[in-house]
């Protein structure tokens, strides 16, 4: 998809031949009868008549209208052109466009509105157009190619949030579909082919380690949890390099469960198919890199994925085993099925190396994070202020929100284990929270946050699918990073290209 933007009047874009046009009209700016345009004269008959009325996200649609050129018309009060009320209007003008065949849709906001509310039209259009496709045989292919959008007048940030737009929308829909593709076809190996061709697009490095290399890192809690599956665990390390090699990067780790069954404490079959969402922190990191090569930063960036299957098996880990991390720290395993915790703590561990700014895990971790906040905020941890208010702030900004979850030392009580210096789970009380705790343990030699995105990675029931999140939230804390961060030397600035739509 093809993101535009320009400064246009109501009555030039109805002579536009689009496929479909979306006008977003704002609940206080009235319509005249003596407007020049059709579109403000018809809704001013419609609203006088009675047969409209400004109310968020109404709709009126048109077809074929003689002094139109668009084939289909839908206009949708957009309250006051906030991001979440342009968000909510867009989801209900799609709803009337999305069983027509629309390639060229133009979206003239009518009224003033600010750059990050254009984002959010576009991000959230790309969002309700979006449609899986990989696995069916004759599939439904989305028709939108070309996305214009209109207003009398465009802020000078307008056309900056346009290309962030599509870079957030390209890595939204990198995440959405390797999270969405059933567990046989994105294993741990074609999740690392993935992190390649991502990289190799973009000009930054990959590497990817297999079991023998792992191994020779001492990963016994990755080990562990891998060596029930016959698939091949992959470890993947991925660098966007944006600014001086000297600056510290920030590593984002992200969990790669391409399957999760619980192993030998299985789990039970209803809905046992979600668990192919297992690797959705994963995805994030890949779609997270996938636009950080299109926006190029001034930011350096360390992408980790610890990737395998958590399966049952003579080979499997038993409840009650203790392994040792790659820390040094033994572990009593005494739920196989907390197994997200046992690799993301040694690629904790692995992250060290980096000497990193900030370290953030992101994981589909705990049902008891979908208990606390459901599929509304991610749940976040940290053992630093700053850290975690710069991650709620971007959350905020990118309305892909989180929600801060506490961490005292008291909730680790229930992981005190006999035969190990920590036990993989404790009780049943506050799940997510003594998840946390655990990995604590091992990130505590840099600044660090956790996000849960056990509720938010993904949609249930008859909109089963993945969400793409939180790309959004993570890719605007990195993009206010770069700009907070002290300036690189002048040489690299000029490395940083930028790519227009
Ligand atoms: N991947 C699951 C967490 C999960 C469950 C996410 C359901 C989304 C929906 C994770 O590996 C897991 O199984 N966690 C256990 C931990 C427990 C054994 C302490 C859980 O949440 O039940
Ligand atoms: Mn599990
Ligand atoms: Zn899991």
């Given at each position: 998809m093809n993101f535009e933007i320009q400064k246009r009047t109501l009555l030039s874009v109805t002579r536009d031949e689009f496929d479909g046009l979306i006008i977003l009209w704002p609940a206080a700016a009235l319509p005249e009868?003596?407007?020049?345009?059709p579109i403000s004269r018809l809704l001013c008959g419609a609203c006088k008549n009675g047969d409209f009325e400004l109310k968020p996200n109404s709709t009126l649609a048109l077809y074929s209208?003689?002094?139109?050129?668009?084939r289909h018309v839908v206009v949708v009060c957009s309250a006051d052109n906030s991001p979440g009320a342009v968000r909510a209007a867009i989801q209900a003008a799609w709803l009337c466009l999305k069983s027509f065949k629309i390639k060229h849709l133009g979206i003239h906001v009518a009224g003033d509105c600010a750059s990050p509310s254009i984002q959010t039209a576009l991000v959230s259009l790309a969002d309700a157009s979006y449609i899986y496709a990989?696995?069916?045989?004759q599939p439904k292919l989305r028709s939108l190619k070309q996305v214009q959008v209109s207003l009398a007048s465009v802020q000078a940030d307008a056309v900056d949030c346009v290309v962030y737009a599509q870079a957030l929308v390209s890595g939204i829909e990198v995440a959405k579909e390797w999270a969405n593709r059933p567990a046989n076809h994105a294993t741990p190996t074609q999740l690392a082919q993935a992190a390649q061709s991502i990289a190799t697009g973009r000009s930054f490095k990959c590497d990817v380690l297999g079991p023998k290399e792992v191994a020779k890192l001492g990963m016994g809690a990755f080990m562990a949890v891998a060596q029930g599956a016959s698939e091949p665990l992959r470890f993947i390390v991925m660098r966007y390099n944006g600014t001086d090699a000297a600056q510290a990067p920030v590593v984002l780790v992200g969990k790669g469960i391409t399957f999760d069954t619980g192993g030998i404490s299985i789990k039970p079959a209803p809905e046992m198919d979600e668990m192919k969402y297992d690797m959705s922190g994963a995805a994030s990191v890949l779609g997270v890199f996938k636009a950080l090569g299109e926006i190029r930063p001034s930011i350096n960036v360390v992408g980790l994925i610890p990737a395998t299957e958590n399966m049952p098996d003579g080979q499997a880990v038993k409840p009650g085993d203790v392994v040792t991390s790659m820390s040094g720290q033994t572990i009593e395993i005494l739920n196989t099925d907390a197994e997200g915790r046992l690799v993301l703590c040694d690629a904790l561990t692995y992250a060290e190396r980096f000497k990193p700014k900030a370290v953030i895990d992101i994981a589909t971790l705990t049902g008891a994070c979908v208990i606390a906040l459901g599929a509304v905020r991610s749940g976040l941890f940290s053992s630093d202020d700053p850290l975690a208010d710069e991650i709620y702030q971007a959350g905020e900004t990118a309305g892909d929100t989180c929600w801060r979850m506490p961490l005292d030392?008291?909730?680790?009580?229930?992981?005190?284990?006999k035969f190990a210096d920590v036990a993989n789970v404790a009780g049943r009380a506050a799940g997510s929270v003594t998840a946390a705790k655990f990995l604590q343990r091992f990130a505590k030699s840099f600044a660090w946050a956790h996000l849960d995105i056990a509720g938010t990675a993904w949609r249930s029931g008859a909109a089963k699918g993945a969400t793409g999140r939180p790309v959004g939230l993570l890719l605007q804390y990195l993009v206010s990073a770069a700009n907070t961060t002290p300036q690189q030397t002048t040489k690299t600035k000029t490395k940083a290209k930028r790519k227009v739509a």
């Open positions: 009868s003596a407007a020049m345009d209208h003689p002094d139109i050129k668009a990989t696995t069916l045989s030392d008291d909730y680790a009580e229930g992981l005190k284990s």
